[in-house]
C-alpha cells in the first residue's frame, strides 16, 4: 500500500528555514517520483518541486527556485524539502505526491498518491 507521511511543518520567522520530510511507505523511490505541492487559504495547489527517480533530477517553481532544495535519502525511502529565505506567501499547507516512473512534473494531475499535508506558517 502506498502512502506518504509529511512532517516538518511549523511556525518561522520571514527570513527562518524549516526542512520537511516526506516518508514513503509501500513502495521504493528508485521508482517513484516525488513532487512537493502547497497550498495556501483561497489559492489553489500549486507544484513547488520534483525529483525524478531515475537519477534524482530535480525542479523548482520560479517562485521557490535559489531557495528551497529537494533531496531524497533512499536508504531511508524519504525525501525532503529544505526551505530557506521563508517569505510571507510561502505559508500554506504542503503535501508530497507520487508517481510511478523515472521521471517528474509540477503537475498536479501527474500524481496518483498524496500524502495528507503539513503547515507551513511564515510570520513575526
Known amino acids: 500500500q502506498v502512502q506518504l507521511t509529511e512532517s516538518g511543518g511549523g511556525l518561522v520567522q520571514p527570513g527562518g528555514s524549516l526542512r520537511l520530510s516526506c516518508a514513503a511507505s509501500g513502495f521504493t523511490l528508485d521508482y517513484y517520483a516525488i513532487g512537493w505541492f502547497r497550498q495556501a487559504p483561497g489559492k489553489e495547489r500549486e507544484g513547488v518541486s520534483c525529483?525524478?527517480?531515475?537519477?534524482?533530477?530535480?525542479y523548482y517553481a520560479d517562485s521557490v527556485k535559489g531557495r528551497f532544495t529537494v533531496s531524497r535519502d533512499k536508504a531511508k525511502n524519504t525525501v525532503y524539502l529544505q526551505m530557506n529565505s521563508l517569505k510571507p506567501e510561502d505559508a500554506a499547507v504542503y503535501y508530497c505526491?507520487?508517481?510511478?516512473?523515472?521521471?517528474?512534473?509540477?503537475?498536479?494531475?501527474?500524481?496518483?498518491?498524496w500524502g495528507q499535508g503539513t503547515q507551513v506558517t511564515v510570520s513575526s
Open positions: 525529483i525524478s527517480s531515475s537519477d534524482g533530477s530535480t
Open positions: 505526491a507520487t508517481v510511478y516512473g523515472p521521471s517528474c512534473g509540477l503537475g498536479i494531475d501527474e500524481y496518483d498518491y
